[in-house]
C-alpha cells in the first residue's frame, strides 16, 4: 500500500544535493562488491584454505630426497685423474596410528566452514547496515521536505503580515508572532538537513566509497513503503534457527574447540609411524661408514623398512593443562550458543509486537492526516473571505505539519523493523542453500 506521502513530499527536492541517484538494489549490490568488511571476509575465507592444508598435511606421508655428488681425485689404477660421483637416498615416513589424524581432518574441514559463514555474517550484517542508512536517508531527506515546504509557506504568511503590519492593519504582535513561528523551523530544518548528510555518509561506507564532498555523497532513490506484513513466530523461530548465520557460526566455534580439544588429548595415546628408506648407487660394494664386515656395505641399491613407536607415559601438565583450557573454551562457546538460540524466539516476538504498534500508529497518523488536510483547506478558503484569522491559519499549518511528520516517522519505524525483523528471522539475505522466500 503506497503512503498518502507521495504527492506531498515532491514539492521540495531541489533543496538536495545533485549527486547521482541510487537505488536501493543499487547500493546493496555495491556493497557486496565494494564492502571493505565483506572484502577481508573474502581474503580470510581463502586463508582459511590454506589453513585446512596445515590441518590435513598430518595424514600425508613426508617424502625425502638428498643426492650427494662431487668429484672424486687423485690417481688410481684404471681411472682418470678426476672422476665425478654421485649418490641417491630417498626416503617416506608414514603415520600408521595416530589418534590426532581423525580430528585434524575435521577441524581442518570446521576452519573452512568458518571462514565462509563469517564471509556470510559479514555480509549479512553490512547489507543490513547499508539498508538501515537508506531508509534513514530517505525519511530525512523528505521530513527535510515537509520542513522546507512548511516553513516557506510561513516566509509568505510573514511576508503578508509584514505588509498588513505597514499598512496599520494589525499590531506588532501578530508580525512578531508570525515570525517566530516561521524561524522556529529553521534548528529543525538544520537538524533534519545534518542527519540526511549522516545517513548518507553511512551509506557510502557501507558501499565502500570515498566521496571527496558531501555533494559527492551517493543520494537515495525511492520511497519509504508500508506494507503490513502476517507472522507467524513459531515457524519463524523454528527455521530462523536453522538458518541464521550467526547461529551457524556459533555452532562451528563449538564444533572447532572440540576438536582442538581431541587434538591436544592424541598426544595421551601411542603414535606408530612406518618409515621406508632406499639407496641407489651405481657400483656395488661401496664400504659403508661404521660398518665392521662386508655384508654391511652398500649394494648397487638397497631398501630398508622401519617401523617407530612412541609413546608419552608422563605428562608434567602441558598436555592436561592446555585440554583443560580448551574444553573451557569449547562449555563457554555452548552456552553463549545456547543463549543465542534462546533469544530468537523473544526477538522475533518482540519485533512482530513493532510492528502492530507501529501499524496502528499509522493507521492513526493517516486518519489524522486526512482530518488536517480538510481543516487546512477550510481555514486557507475561510481566510480568503475573512472568515479566519492569520494565527488560525498558521496553526492549521504546523497541525498539518505535524501529522505528516507522524505518518513519516510511523513509515520509517515500519520499515526499519521489517529490516529488523529480516535479520532475526534469518530471512535478510538468500544464500544458496536457502531455499526459502522472504516474508512479504
Given at each position: ?107 581442518g574441514d570446521v576452519e573452512l566452514l568458518i571462514a565462509q559463514q563469517q564471509l556470510n555474517v559479514a555480509v549479512v550484517e553490512q547489507l543490513h547496515s547499508a539498508r538501515m542508512a537508506f531508509c534513514s536517508a530517505l525519511y530525512n531527506r523528505d521530513l527535510l521536505s515537509l520542513s522546507a515546504k512548511l516553513q516557506r509557506r ?287
Open positions: 500500500m503506497k503512503t498518502p506521502l507521495a504527492s506531498i513530499i515532491a514539492c521540495a527536492l531541489p533543496i538536495l544535493s545533485k549527486a547521482e541517484p541510487a537505488t536501493l538494489e543499487a547500493v546493496l549490490n555495491a556493497t557486496l562488491d565494494k564492502n571493505p568488511a565483506i572484502q577481508q571476509a573474502k581474503i580470510n575465507l581463502e586463508k582459511a584454505a590454506g589453513q585446512r592444508l596445515v590441518f590435513r598435511s598430518k595424514v600425508w606421508p613426508i617424502v625425502t630426497a638428498e643426492v650427494p655428488a662431487g668429484i672424486q681425485g687423485g690417481h688410481r689404477g684404471g681411472h682418470n685423474t678426476n672422476q665425478p660421483f654421485g649418490v641417491l637416498r630417498g626416503g617416506i615416513t608414514q603415520p600408521l596410528f595416530d589418534a590426532a589424524i581423525p580430528a585434524s581432518l575435521r577441524r510561513l516566509d509568505e504568511n510573514v511576508a503578508s503580515q509584514k505588509d498588513r503590519y505597514k499598512s496599520g492593519l494589525i499590531d506588532r504582535g501578530a508580525f512578531t508572532s508570525a515570525t517566530v513561528q516561521a524561524r522556529a523551523l529553521d534548528s529543525q530544518i538544520e537538524s533534519s538537513r545534518r542527519a540526511y548528510t549522516e545517513a548518507r555518509l553511512q551509506l557510502a561506507a557501507a558501499m565502500g566509497l570515498a566521496p571527496s564532498s558531501t555533494e559527492n555523497l551517493p543520494e537515495p532513490k525511492g520511497e519509504l513503503q508500508f506494507a503490513p506484513i502476517v507472522i507467524d513466530v513459531d515457524s519463524e523461530t523454528e527455521a530462523a534457527v536453522k538458518r541464521r548465520t550467526d547461529l551457524k557460526l556459533a555452532r562451528l566455534l563449538v564444533r572447532s574447540a572440540n576438536e582442538d580439544q581431541r587434538i591436544i588429548e592424541a598426544r595421551y595415546y601411542p603414535k606408530v609411524s612406518g618409515s621406508v628408506s632406499a639407496f641407489y648407487i651405481p657400483v656395488s660394494g661401496i664400504h659403508r661408514e661404521g660398518s665392521t664386515s662386508r655384508t654391511q656395505d652398500f649394494l648397487s641399491s638397497e631398501i630398508q623398512e622401519t617401523a617407530t613407536y612412541t609413546w608419552q607415559v608422563l605428562d608434567n601438565g602441558k598436555v592436561a593443562g592446555a585440554a583443560m583450557t580448551k574444553r573451557k573454551t569449547r562449555e563457554i562457546n555452548e552456552i553463549a550458543c545456547q543463549q543465542l538460540e534462546a533469544s530468537v524466539g523473544r526477538d522475533l516476538v518482540r519485533i512482530r509486537n513493532d510492528l502492530g504498534a507501529i501499524e496502528a500508529g499509522y493507521r492513526s497518523f493517516a486518519a489524522a492526516v486526512d482530518a488536517a488536510e480538510h481543516d487546512r483547506a477550510a481555514v486557507r478558503q475561510n481566510l480568503g473571505g475573512g472568515l479566519a484569522s492569520e494565527l488560525e491559519y498558521r496553526l492549521a499549518e504546523s497541525d498539518f505539519f505535524k501529522t505528516q511528520s507522524g505518518l513519516l516517522g510511523a513509515v520509517y519505524q515500519h520499515n526499519i523493523a521489517r529490516a529488523e525483523w529480516d535479520r532475526a528471522s534469518g530471512r535478510y539475505f538468500q544464500f544458496s542453500e536457502d531455499t526459502g522466500q522472504n516474508v512479504h
